[in-house]
């Protein structure tokens, strides 16, 4: 955060601080946030792929990163971020789940949402109609943006 903290105007504070993405973003957002919630205040995922264990066919070279699944299968456990929910426990997190009714991440998303009401961890979840493409990820944005609005403006 250096980096960015030179070069652009920030608030360096966790409470100016949030973070979110689409697709695998969405997965990264969530993990950075809940592994170094000292430093970021909120999280989106928009369509995130939360569960990298449902795509061991090598998609997007997840292989490469984590290792044969046969042989490395600790590194999917530990890396998917529907595993990182117990570190949760007590964190305030402002988080926000969204994910299209015909995404094929659809399974990974409803499954990080049982689990985060299973834990009682406060979170907005919601499907709606759409895929996994930018007329989903376009409308995603539009309910990001309000979230981001009241964390950065509550008081």
């Given at each position: 955060?250096?980096?960015i903290?030179?070069?652009?105007?920030?608030?360096?504070?966790?409470?100016?601080?949030?973070?979110?993405g689409?697709s695998?973003?969405?997965?990264?957002?969530?993990?950075l946030?809940?592994?170094?919630s000292?430093?970021?205040?909120?999280?989106g995922?928009?369509a995130?792929?939360?569960d990298?264990?449902?795509?061991?066919?090598n998609?997007?070279d997840?292989?490469g990163?984590?290792?044969?699944?046969?042989s490395?299968?600790?590194?999917w456990?530990k890396?998917?971020v529907?595993n990182?929910?117990?570190r949760l426990?007590?964190?305030?997190?402002?988080?926000?789940?969204?994910?299209?009714a015909?995404?094929?991440?659809l399974?990974?998303n409803?499954?990080?949402?049982?689990?985060?009401?299973?834990?009682?961890?406060?979170?907005?979840?919601?499907e709606?109609?759409?895929?996994?493409?930018?007329?989903?990820w376009?409308?995603?944005v539009?309910?990001?943006v309000v979230?981001?609005?009241k964390?950065?403006?509550?008081?």
């Open positions: 955060m250096p980096y903290d030179y070069y652009y105007h920030t608030r360096k504070e966790r409470t100016g601080r949030a973070i979110s689409l695998m973003g969405g997965h990264g957002a969530m993990s946030a809940i592994r170094h000292d430093i970021f205040g909120a999280a995922s928009m995130g792929g939360l990298l264990r449902d795509f061991r066919k998609n997007w997840l292989e990163v984590l290792g044969n699944p046969s490395h299968w600790e590194n456990e890396y998917s529907v990182l929910v117990p426990k007590g964190v305030d997190l402002p988080m926000i789940i969204d994910c299209g015909g995404d094929f991440f399974p990974a409803q499954e990080m949402h049982r689990r985060l009401v299973e834990a009682k961890f406060p979170h907005e979840y919601t709606r109609p759409g895929e996994h493409n930018g007329d989903y376009g409308s995603a539009d309910f990001q979230f981001f609005h964390f950065f403006n509550r008081t």
